[in-house]
C-alpha cells in the first residue's frame, strides 16, 4: 500500500531541503500532486493530508476525476499535451493550464474560460532543448506568444513551464536554468511579473528548486509507479 500522506511529508521535507540551499522560502514552492492514472481515492488520501493542487494529463480523466473529487477548494491543473478541440471539457473546472504552446491554443482557452466564467491561469510550455517530437513552443519563439496571450481577456499568464529530457538531476540543470533565464528575460521586455516557473518532477526537484521553480510537479513519488498502458 502508498501511504499517500507520508509520501506527501517526505517530498515536502525535500523541498524544504533544497529551498534553504538556495536561501528560498519553501512557501514560494507549490507542490502540484500529478495523480495521472490514480483513481479518485488516491486524491482523496493526498487532499485528507493538506495537499490541495492536483495535476492531470488527459482531459477525459480529469474531467471525470474532477466530478469525482467534490471540494471546493481543489485547485486542477492541466499539464497533458492540449489539442484545441479538447479544451471545451477542461475549461468549466481547470484552474491552471501549463502547456499553452500556440496562440491559437491560448485564444480558446481564453474563450471557453470567459464562457464560463472563469478567468484561467496559463504557463507557456517551453521546448528548451529543442528536441524533435516534443510539445512545447521554441525557445525564440515564447516572446511573440507571450505578448498576445498576455493582453488575451479570460486567461491571465503566470509564467513558463517545461520538461526538459529525461536525463539525470544534474544534467537536467541546464535545461532549468534556461528556462528561468528566458522567463527574466520576456518579463523584462514586456514589463510584466511572469512569477511562476513550473519545473521539475519526483526525480529532479531539488534541482529545479534551486533553480527556481515554484511549481514542482510530482506524482511518482507521492502515489507510486503508474502501470504502464
Ligand atoms: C507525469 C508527469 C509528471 C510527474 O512525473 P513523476 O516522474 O511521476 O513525478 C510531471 N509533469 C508532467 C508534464 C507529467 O506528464
Request: proline content about 5%.
Given at each position: 500500500?502508498?501511504?499517500?500522506?507520508?509520501?506527501?511529508?517526505?517530498?515536502?521535507?525535500?523541498?524544504?531541503?533544497?529551498?534553504?540551499?538556495?536561501?528560498?522560502?519553501?512557501?514560494?514552492?507549490?507542490?502540484?500532486?500529478?495523480?495521472?492514472?490514480?483513481?479518485?481515492?488516491?486524491?482523496e488520501?493526498?487532499?485528507?493530508?493538506?495537499?490541495?493542487?492536483?495535476?492531470?494529463?488527459?482531459?477525459?480523466?480529469?474531467?471525470?476525476?474532477?466530478?469525482?473529487?467534490?471540494?471546493?477548494?481543489?485547485?486542477?491543473?492541466?499539464?497533458?499535451?492540449?489539442?484545441?478541440?479538447?479544451?471545451?471539457?477542461?475549461?468549466?473546472?481547470?484552474?491552471?493550464?501549463?502547456?499553452?504552446?500556440?496562440?491559437?491554443?491560448?485564444?480558446?482557452?481564453?474563450r471557453?474560460?470567459?464562457g464560463?466564467?472563469r478567468?484561467t491561469?496559463?504557463?507557456?510550455?517551453?521546448?528548451v532543448?529543442?528536441?524533435?517530437?516534443?510539445?512545447?513552443?521554441?525557445?525564440?519563439?515564447?516572446?511573440?506568444?507571450?505578448?498576445?496571450?498576455?493582453?488575451?481577456?479570460?486567461?491571465?499568464?503566470?509564467?513558463?513551464?517545461?520538461?526538459?529530457?529525461?536525463?539525470?538531476?544534474?544534467?537536467?540543470r541546464?535545461?532549468?536554468?534556461?528556462?528561468?533565464?528566458?522567463?527574466?528575460?520576456?518579463?523584462?521586455?514586456?514589463a510584466?511579473?511572469l512569477?511562476?516557473?513550473?519545473?521539475?518532477?519526483?526525480?529532479?526537484?531539488?534541482?529545479?528548486?534551486?533553480?527556481?521553480?515554484?511549481?514542482?510537479?510530482?506524482?511518482?513519488?507521492?502515489?507510486?509507479?503508474?502501470?504502464?498502458?
Amino acid at each position: 500500500m502508498t501511504n499517500v500522506a507520508a509520501n506527501i511529508a517526505g517530498v515536502r521535507e525535500r523541498i524544504g531541503r533544497a529551498a534553504s540551499r538556495a536561501g528560498r522560502d519553501p512557501n514560494g514552492v507549490l507542490l502540484l500532486a500529478v495523480s495521472k492514472t490514480h483513481p479518485a481515492e488516491a486524491v482523496e488520501a493526498a487532499y485528507a493530508a493538506g495537499q490541495r493542487d492536483f495535476g492531470e494529463n488527459y482531459a477525459q480523466e480529469a474531467r471525470q476525476k474532477a466530478g469525482a473529487v467534490r471540494h471546493a477548494d481543489v485547485r486542477w491543473h492541466f499539464i497533458g499535451h492540449l489539442q484545441t478541440n479538447k479544451v471545451r471539457q477542461i475549461a468549466p473546472f481547470v484552474s491552471v493550464i501549463h502547456t499553452v504552446d500556440s496562440e491559437r491554443l491560448a485564444a480558446e482557452i481564453a474563450r471557453r474560460a470567459r464562457g464560463a466564467g472563469r478567468e484561467t491561469d496559463v504557463l507557456l510550455q517551453v521546448n528548451v532543448a529543442g528536441e524533435t517530437q516534443k510539445s512545447g513552443c521554441a525557445p525564440d519563439e515564447a516572446e511573440a506568444i507571450a505578448r498576445v496571450v498576455a493582453d488575451l481577456p479570460g486567461v491571465r499568464l503566470a509564467g513558463l513551464m517545461t520538461m526538459p529530457p529525461l536525463a539525470p538531476p544534474e544534467r537536467t540543470r541546464p535545461h532549468f536554468r534556461r528556462l528561468r533565464e528566458l522567463r527574466d528575460g520576456i518579463a523584462r521586455r514586456l514589463a510584466m511579473p511572469l512569477p511562476d516557473l513550473s519545473m521539475g518532477m519526483s526525480d529532479d526537484l531539488e534541482v529545479a528548486v534551486e533553480e527556481g521553480a515554484t511549481i514542482v510537479r510530482v506524482g511518482t513519488a507521492i502515489f507510486g509507479a503508474r502501470e504502464t498502458a
